[in-house]
């Protein structure tokens, strides 16, 4: 019946029965009460992609994460991870995921070592594996000169090393990061970055964050989650041109405001100019339609009048300014869908 | 079974590296001190460790939930559990390993106070029997008090809460043995059987009946099995 249904749907349900999936999600929902706090959301994760969520605070990414690494199940849909069931095959999935959440719980009465000598027991790991196994993450982790610090004396940024150390010590096949660098310096941000990328090569990741540069920087794919449904979903590049509805172009021009504004505003082309003083300076900021260069025009109106052109600059959408509108402004969801 | 030993052997090494720990062993021992000494200052003491017993079962009220408060509360609190919980590991392999390590320090606590029963045998010669027999008796009574307190460590992620509603419990299960005296017919039966002290009385008069065995082991197997589902409950909660 379900097959049914999703084949009217067309290509989506296809693709997602392709051979590479390691994570397949459909029309999970999950309530907390009487809200939901995810809702029939559909996505699939192929082996050895790195995945990230993007949304606001609140917008259903660590319930997400808590059902696919098996900690909680979903109110309804299903969840499967290499091809086991989270509900029904929980054990199997549980042995197969590393998970980071996001207050990096860690016991911290115990060493670095003794900790991961811990956690590798409980995910049914040798001893002989378990010791090979530290050597290699606390070098990964580069954790080597803390060995046997007691967890709770170590730095933010330090524990942050331990929590992934303990996430990929059994070598999963699915690594879920929950906001991966929140809480820790920007150098120690970026070492992160490049551990998350290196290990993405072998692994399939899943990270969250709410940071719009790093989820393009790491991640092969971008889903952007908001209020608990899935608003985007596509490479971060690709976001980017789609939205690349309206450009606009930044101009500082020497003049009398009151006299440039209803000029520029007259530019054939020109949908929107606003003007931004700042001390000494007059900007303004000219929206125009797709595909037009307003330059040329603008350049000769500025020294037909008179004024001096300071600067001129093109800016086109940040992510951060994709990310708002596609959580702010509903119409914009047609245009993705 | 290495899950559980890991878990069980995690617990045990923060006992002994935690200050709560020392401080339940050094109250018990203070207070099972006084209940032993109590009757020997009289002209004709009686060589036996009835006064200890009597009084370690209602030390215990209070400190076994004492030692367990810590062991699903803390991690619900820290949010460790959800390591915990996603690593390949069973609900009841998790109880079980918590249970096993607060079970080994009572074990520890009871073998320290055999320095009563040294004393005994050196000053007096005691009747062994009753001296065997009652510490079978504390030792299931104590099985039993732990696991109303995992129970109750389980429920919250407050640790004073759990030690106080464990104790509550703990003291219900005390009192029916009073509330037996003050009801009539068949109700005080009921009552007498339902707690803990007229089971454990007859291990401290040296006799060993199947029938109190089977009342603690039951009462323990109770109360971590809803421990277990109250662990599991947060699948469906």
């Given at each position: 019946?379900?097959?049914?249904?999703?084949?009217?749907n067309?290509?989506?349900?296809?693709?997602?029965?392709?051979?590479?999936?390691?994570?397949?999600?459909?029309?999970?929902?999950?309530?907390?009460?009487?809200?939901?706090?995810?809702?029939?959301?559909?996505?699939?994760?192929?082996?050895?992609?790195?995945l990230?969520?993007?949304?606001?605070?609140?917008?259903?990414?660590?319930?997400?994460?808590?059902?696919?690494?098996?900690?909680?199940?979903?109110?309804?849909?299903?969840?499967?991870?290499?091809?086991?069931?989270?509900?029904?095959k929980?054990?199997?999935?549980?042995?197969?995921?590393?998970?980071?959440?996001?207050?990096?719980?860690l016991?911290?009465?115990?060493?670095?070592?003794n900790?991961?000598?811990?956690?590798?027991?409980l995910?049914?790991?040798?001893?002989?594996?378990?010791?090979?196994?530290?050597?290699?993450?606390?070098?990964v982790?580069?954790?080597?000169?803390?060995?046997?610090t007691?967890?709770?004396?170590?730095?933010?940024?330090?524990?942050?090393?331990?929590?992934?150390?303990?996430?990929?010590?059994?070598?999963p096949?699915?690594?879920?990061?929950?906001?991966p660098?929140?809480?820790?310096?920007?150098?120690?941000?970026?070492?992160?970055?490049?551990?998350?990328?290196?290990?993405?090569?072998?692994?399939?990741?899943?990270?969250?964050?709410?940071?719009?540069?790093?989820?393009?920087?790491?991640?092969?794919?971008?889903?952007?989650?908001?209020?608990?449904?899935?608003?985007?979903?596509?490479?971060?590049?690709?976001?980017?041109?789609?939205?690349?509805?309206?450009?606009?172009?930044?101009?500082?021009?020497?003049?009398?405001?009151?006299?440039?504004?209803?000029?520029?505003?007259?530019?054939?082309?020109?949908?929107?100019?606003?003007?931004?003083?700042?001390?000494?300076?007059?900007?303004?900021?000219?929206?125009y339609?797709?595909?037009?260069?307003?330059?040329?025009?603008?350049?000769?109106?500025?020294?037909?009048?008179?004024?001096?052109?300071?600067?001129?600059?093109?800016?086109?959408?940040?992510?951060?300014?994709?990310?708002?509108?596609?959580t702010?402004?509903?119409?914009?969801?047609d245009?993705?869908? | 079974?290495?899950?559980?030993?890991?878990?069980?052997?995690?617990?045990?090494?923060?006992?002994?590296?935690?200050?709560?720990?020392?401080?339940?062993?050094?109250?018990?021992?203070?207070?099972?001190?006084?209940?032993?000494?109590?009757d020997l200052g009289?002209?004709?003491?009686?060589?036996?460790?009835?006064?200890?017993?009597q009084?370690?079962?209602?030390?215990?009220?209070?400190?076994?939930?004492?030692?367990?408060?810590?062991?699903?509360?803390?991690?619900?609190?820290?949010?460790?559990?959800?390591?915990?919980?996603?690593?390949?590991?069973?609900?009841?392999?998790?109880?079980?390993?918590?249970?096993?390590?607060?079970?080994?320090?009572?074990?520890?606590?009871?073998?320290?106070?055999?320095?009563?029963?040294?004393?005994?045998?050196?000053?007096?010669s005691?009747?062994?029997?009753?001296?065997y027999?009652?510490?079978?008796?504390?030792?299931?009574y104590?099985?039993?008090?732990?696991?109303?307190?995992?129970?109750?460590?389980?429920?919250?992620?407050?640790?004073?809460?759990?030690?106080?509603?464990?104790?509550?419990?703990?003291?219900?299960?005390?009192?029916?043995?009073?509330?037996s005296?003050?009801?009539?017919?068949?109700?005080?039966?009921?009552?007498?059987?339902?707690?803990?002290?007229?089971?454990?009385?007859?291990?401290?008069?040296?006799?060993?009946?199947?029938?109190?065995i089977?009342?603690?082991?039951?009462?323990?197997?109770?109360?971590?099995?809803?421990?277990i589902?109250?662990?599991?409950?947060?699948?469906?909660?």
């Amino acid at each position: 019946m379900s097959a049914e249904t999703a084949s009217t749907n067309g290509a989506p349900a296809a693709e997602a029965i392709a051979e590479d999936a390691m994570i397949e999600v459909r029309d999970l929902t999950h309530y907390y009460g009487p809200n939901p706090a995810v809702e029939n959301v559909n996505f699939t994760v192929r082996r050895g992609e790195i995945l990230g969520f993007l949304g606001p605070n609140g917008a259903g990414k660590t319930t997400t994460m808590r059902i696919l690494t098996g900690f909680m199940p979903p109110t309804r849909g299903s969840v499967t991870l290499d091809g086991f069931d989270v509900v029904e095959k929980s054990l199997e999935v549980r042995k197969r995921v590393g998970y980071l959440p996001e207050s990096v719980p860690l016991h911290t009465e115990m060493t670095v070592t003794n900790y991961l000598k811990y956690m590798g027991t409980l995910r049914r790991m040798n001893g002989r594996r378990i010791r090979r196994r530290i050597d290699d993450v606390i070098d990964v982790c580069r954790l080597g000169d803390y060995h046997k610090t007691l967890i709770g004396k170590l730095s933010k940024g330090f524990r942050q090393r331990v929590g992934i150390a303990q996430a990929i010590l059994h070598e999963p096949e699915v690594l879920v990061l929950d906001e991966p660098t929140i809480g820790i310096d920007p150098i120690q941000v970026v070492e992160t970055r490049g551990l998350i990328q290196e290990l993405g090569r072998e692994q399939t990741v899943v990270l969250s964050s709410h940071i719009l540069p790093e989820v393009s920087m790491i991640c092969e794919r971008v889903l952007i989650i908001h209020e608990g449904h899935i608003v985007a979903a596509d490479t971060p590049n690709n976001l980017a041109q789609h939205l690349r509805g309206v450009e606009q172009l930044e101009v500082e021009i020497g003049g009398p405001p009151a006299e440039v504004l209803p000029v520029l505003r007259g530019i054939d082309g020109a949908t929107e100019v606003t003007h931004h003083p700042r001390p000494g300076i007059n900007a303004y900021r000219v929206k125009y339609r797709e595909g037009m260069d307003l330059r040329d025009e603008i350049s000769r109106t500025v020294i037909s009048h008179d004024w001096s052109l300071l600067s001129m600059q093109v800016n086109s959408m940040s992510l951060e300014e994709i990310f708002l509108r596609l959580t702010t402004a509903e119409t914009d969801e047609d245009d993705l869908a | 079974m290495r899950t559980i030993r890991a878990v069980a052997f995690k617990e045990i090494q923060v006992y002994f590296s935690s200050p709560v720990a020392y401080i339940v062993a050094l109250i018990f021992m203070a207070l099972s001190g006084f209940f032993f000494v109590r009757d020997l200052g009289n002209p004709f003491p009686e060589a036996s460790l009835s006064n200890f017993f009597q009084g370690a079962t209602f030390l215990l009220i209070p400190l076994a939930p004492a030692l367990t408060m810590r062991l699903l509360a803390e991690e619900q609190k820290l949010g460790t559990i959800e390591l915990l919980l996603t690593s390949p590991v069973r609900d009841w392999e998790v109880i079980l390993g918590k249970y096993m390590a607060s079970l080994v320090f009572l074990l520890f606590l009871l073998a320290l106070t055999s320095y009563y029963v040294i004393l005994l045998l050196l000053f007096a010669s005691p009747d062994p029997g009753p001296i065997y027999s009652g510490y079978l008796g504390l030792v299931l009574y104590g099985m039993a008090a732990l696991a109303v307190g995992i129970l109750t460590s389980t429920l919250t992620s407050n640790q004073i809460i759990a030690a106080v509603v464990g104790t509550g419990i703990l003291v219900v299960l005390y009192a029916t043995a009073f509330i037996s005296e003050v009801v009539t017919g068949v109700w005080a039966n009921v009552f007498n059987q339902l707690g803990f002290t007229s089971h454990f009385n007859d291990f401290d008069s040296g006799i060993i009946d199947s029938a109190h065995i089977v009342y603690f082991l039951t009462v323990t197997a109770l109360f971590l099995f809803l421990s277990i589902r109250t662990l599991e409950s947060r699948r469906w909660r």
